[in-house]
Nanobody, 125 residues
Framework: EVQLVESGGGLAQAGGSLRLSCAAS????????IGWFRQAPGKEREGVAC????????YYRGLMKGRLTISSDNAEKTVHLQMNNLNPEDTAVYYC??????????????????WGQGTQVTVSS
């Protein structure tokens, strides 16, 4: 059974940082990329960062670009997302997801096969 479990969300002040983690199990690690998405109330889900588990390459997009660092611990099958200089507009539910590398891993939701349950990030001003 595939499982993706996010952790590390919570409350942060504007200008602060949070580190999210995504623990994965149940699939062949090197065949997948792990992406992070966020969804604010009333808005579409948007991709913010992803990492190729096979070669470690990374990709960022959107308004958070430049404030994020995605990394992976292959031994633990865990991906981390370091988020810095947070602002209230970053308030959202953050999801990690897994995409099969051979079928594409752009930061669009439809390319991701498996999803975690999400973790809430709330940034106060």
């Amino acid at each position: 059974e595939v499982q993706l479990v996010e952790s590390g969300g919570g409350l942060a002040q504007a200008g602060g940082s949070l580190r999210l983690s995504c623990a994965a199990s149940g699939f062949i690690w090197d065949d997948y990329a792990i992406g992070w998405f966020r969804q604010a109330p009333g808005k579409e889900r948007e991709g913010v960062a992803c990492i190729n588990n096979r070669d470690g390459s990374t990709y960022y997009r959107g308004l958070m670009k430049g404030r994020l660092t995605i990394s992976s611990d292959n031994a633990e099958k865990t991906v981390h997302l370091q988020m810095n200089n947070l602002n209230p507009e970053d308030t959202a539910v953050y999801y990690c997801a897994a995409a099969l590398l051979d079928t594409g891993w752009d930061l669009v939701p439809y390319e991701y096969n498996y999803w975690g349950q999400g973790t809430q990030v709330t940034v106060s001003s």
